[in-house]
């Protein structure tokens, strides 16, 4: 694989616009009081893909990378034919998130929580020697992360809930570098966050950070990335199911760059992002035009957590109303939360997989399931491009004829946990 130096870049309070160094994994602008994300400001201010051979570091030059590592796979853009057609559209292009190798696309975790761990495993620079990357996840951030972190030899802890582990298969067995702790049956994505703040209370660990981490964001950004490169301008409308919105952000942070860059279009794209029937906290704060999340009874949302199909979209505490955020994102698209429910995704699944030949997850279902609403309703143009962020798919097709692996726990800890009992049974694990 071609050689990529380290990305030359500037860190942005998107509050304040102050602009400051990248002094090794800096996740907020410590000079604030105000919350608010930091944003990469690239020296390069066009892009210029490099061969497909690169994976996603095709994209380097708007990826806040030391290093590049083995293995990775862009997402892979196309103008859909079979779906278009079902649905009168007539500039409907899908970018594919999983494995699908009829169109190139090859990830083998089946999602494009691989865009953020080649992309935040990459920005590691040896500050963190000795200690232990920190990632909680619904799924398949998990998955994606012990991947990557297994093939590197990167000391990894995840935290996850124990009902979710079923996301956690693998084509071979995980290097011992990856260790699994969880929050028992009945937990949901808030108490794996929740268990792994305990952890970070010891020292030998430290957290990669979420929505917070550039490189999450701009690993994610490689789909806006691929797209635009490949339809020539900037779409439209832009299609995603959310769970804590991360993915949409890094859109609109890729959007504004591409308006920099000058050759691609000067105009936004509507950011019309999905939420799964009943787990919608930020479809009812959208609604209700507040920037701040509206009470949620924990039982409630654990209750409607479970009830979902798309698990992965069951975050209680997302990057919604902090600056530079979703609520600023839609805000400044002009765009909008939209929902569906668990048979709404699932013919929706059936379809895609009836027309474009291929399996998705239930998430990207969801977005389909609300593309097919706005068709119907009208509110869009069928003229317009559309871009469909197919955040995963393929994985029947990848299991076919293979024996999976599948992480199991470490350490199962209660709902609300000891910190002292957390802290001294996770320092043991790396021992």
């Keep these: 694989m071609k050689t990529i130096n380290a990305t030359k870049y500037k860190l942005k309070n998107v509050d304040t616009e102050r602009i400051f160094e990248d002094e090794g994994w800096m996740l907020d602008d410590t000079q604030s009081s105000r919350p608010s994300l930091i944003r990469a400001v690239y020296e390069s201010k066009q892009i210029h893909p490099h061969e497909e051979e690169m994976g996603i570091y095709r994209f380097a030059e708007w990826l806040p990378i030391n290093k590049t590592l083995e293995g990775s796979c862009a997402p892979v853009t196309y103008k859909s034919k079979a779906l278009a057609k079902e649905l009168g559209l007539k500039n409907l292009y899908i970018t594919f998130n999983g494995y699908f190798p009829e169109i190139g696309a090859h990830m083998s975790t089946c999602s494009f929580k691989e865009t953020e761990a080649y992309s ?81 209370k010891s020292d030998k660990f430290f957290a990669e950070g979420g929505a917070k981490n550039i490189a999450r964001r701009d ?109 600023d994102a839609l805000t400044d698209t002009g765009g909008d939360i939209l929902v569906a429910t668990n048979e709404e995704a699932r013919a929706a699944k059936k379809l895609f997989a009836e027309t474009e030949g291929i399996d998705i997850y239930s998430a990207p279902a969801v977005a389909l399931a609300t593309l097919i609403q706005c068709v119907q309703s009208g509110t869009i143009d069928p003229e317009k491009i559309i871009m469909l962020n197919v955040t995963g798919g393929g994985e029947k097709r990848f299991m076919t004829g293979k024996k999976l692996h599948y992480l199991k726990p470490s350490l199962v800890f209660h709902i609300d946990p000891n910190v002292d009992e957390v802290v001294e049974k996770v320092n043991k694990l790396f021992d």
Excluded at 156 to 181: G, H, Q, R, T
Excluded at 270 to 296: C, D, G, T
């Design 120 to 200: 935040v495993c990459a920005r590691l620079n040896g500050s963190h020697k000795g200690k232990v990357l920190v990632v909680a996840s619904a799924g398949n951030t998990a998955r994606a992360f012990a991947k990557v972190c297994s093939d590197n030899h990167i000391p990894l802890l995840l935290s996850v809930p124990e009902d979710n582990i079923d996301a956690l298969w693998f084509e071979k067995p995980l290097n011992d570098c990856v260790k699994l702790i969880v929050s028992e049956k009945g937990s949901d994505y808030f108490d794996a966050i929740h268990l792994s703040n305990l952890a970070l």
């Design 219 to 327: 690993g994610m950004a490689t789909t806006v990335l691929s797209a635009v490169t490949h339809i020539g301008r900037i779409p439209d409308y832009y299609f995603q199911a959310v769970g804590s919105g991360t993915g949409a952000i890094a859109a609109w942070e890729a959007n504004l760059r591409l308006i920099e860059d000058g050759r691609f279009g000067t105009h936004k794209m509507k950011l019309m992002v999905s939420q799964n029937i009943p787990f919608v906290p930020m479809y009812h704060a959208w609604k209700a035009h507040s920037r701040e999340m509206l009470p949620y009874d924990d039982d409630k949302a654990r209750i409607d957590a479970e009830s979902i199909d798309a698990k992965v979209l069951s975050n209680r505490k997302p990057p919604y109303g902090i600056k530079g955020g979703l609520f």
